[in-house]
């Protein structure tokens, strides 16, 4: 099964990603880790995608829809794949049916009045768990792996406006894109704890 993972910054998208390739054994590819490495990592492409991380912008989309399209075509991504933060717009979302075959768009939402605070409070691991920081109790290390937590440089508030605005003008179309090919399906990412909102989505993975 082939998945798209639709939702603002901060639905819940990167963890209920891990939970579901954990259970499912689905193969989860986010643009947003690919682009994080590669700025790590000092490539041309980080170079280029840093400046409109930075900004709260999206990455232009030749190289973004270069870099998932060369992605589906290793072998992992045989068996089937997530896609967590692509497509984020509508020529994205027309590019990626012409070189894949997406079976289900999960949309988590989440209200906007809940977003600006889950995203500047949130603390990330590099094996991709995340926490709030409301919930650490002054802890500064994952309880997955052990390893420091940080903040991404991107979850500031004046860059999370920015990532919110690109959100509900550009993505957000993309409901009804998928809803019009009959491929769309909600959860409530707002109410309840992960482990709710995971149920909800497992009922709908296990139809
Ligand atoms: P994310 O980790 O999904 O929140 O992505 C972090 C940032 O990477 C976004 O704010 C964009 O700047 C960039 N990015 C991630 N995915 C895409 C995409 N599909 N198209 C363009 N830019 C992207």
């Known amino acids: ?22 259970k499912y ?22 170079k280029l995608a840093k400046s409109f991380i930075d900004a709260g912008k999206l990455v232009p989309d030749e190289v973004t829809c270069d870099i998932v399209k060369d992605r589906l075509t290793w072998d992992d991504a ?31 939402e989440v209200d906007e009045s809940l977003l600006m605070d889950r995203i500047c409070g949130r603390r990330v691991c590099q094996c991709g768990e995340s926490y709030h920081v409301s919930r650490l109790n002054g802890k500064t290390t994952c309880a997955k792996c052990g390893k420091e937590l940080y903040r991404r440089a991107d979850d500031n508030p004046q860059t999370v406006k920015s990532r919110l605005d690109t959100y509900n003008t550009q993505t957000a179309p993309l409901v009804d894109y998928y809803k019009a090919q009959g491929k769309l399906k909600t959860v409530d990412g707002g109410k309840g704890s992960i482990d709710d909102i995971f149920a909800e989505i497992c009922k709908i993975l296990n139809k």
Do not use: W
């Open 1 to 22: 099964m082939n998945i798209v993972l639709l939702g603002a910054p901060g639905a819940g998208k990167g963890t209920q990603a891990s939970k579901i390739s954990e």
């Open 25 to 46: 054994n689905l193969l989860h590819i986010s643009t947003g880790d690919i682009f994080r490495a590669n700025i790590k990592g000092g490539t041309e492409i980080g």
């Open 78 to 108: 045989k068996s089937g794949y997530m896609l967590d933060g692509f497509p984020r717009n509508l020529y994205q979302a027309q590019e990626l049916d012409k070189f894949a075959k997406i079976d289900l768009c999960l949309n988590i």
